[in-house]
C-alpha cells in the first residue's frame, strides 16, 4: 500500500522544512491585505513560519515576508501578526 505523501513547507524565519501542518500561513490576499491563515486555504500569495515568536522575529528582522509576499508591510500590521503568533505559542504550550 502507498504510503500518503505528506506536504512539507520552508519556515522563511528558521529555514527548516517542516509538515505544512505544524506552520503558519502568512497571506497577502488579492485586495493587498496581510494577515494569518491558520487554515492555509486563504486566496493569495502565502509564507509560511513556524508557530513561535523567535522565528516570527527572525523573519521580520530579515524583511522576508515583505521579499516572500511581494509587499511592502506596515509596522502596526507586523506588529499585530506577532501578537497573534505569540497566542498560537501559548496555545501550543498549554496543550502540552
Known amino acids: 500500500m502507498k504510503t500518503k505523501k505528506i506536504p512539507e513547507r520552508r519556515c522563511v524565519g528558521c529555514g527548516v522544512s517542516f509538515p505544512k501542518s505544524t506552520l503558519i500561513r502568512v497571506v497577502r490576499t488579492p ?3 496581510v494577515t494569518l491563515d491558520a487554515t492555509g486555504r486563504l486566496n493569495g500569495r502565502g509564507a ?10 527572525a523573519a521580520r528582522r530579515k524583511k522576508r515576508f515583505a521579499s516572500n509576499l511581494d509587499v511592502e508591510i506596515p509596522e502596526a500590521v507586523l506588529d499585530k501578526l506577532e501578537e497573534q503568533i505569540k497566542k498560537y505559542e501559548e496555545e501550543g504550550s498549554a496543550s502540552v
Not at 48 to 57: A, D, G, L, P
Open 48 to 57: 509560511y513560519v513556524c508557530k513561535n515568536s523567535e522565528c516570527f522575529r
Open 31 to 33: 485586495e493587498g491585505e
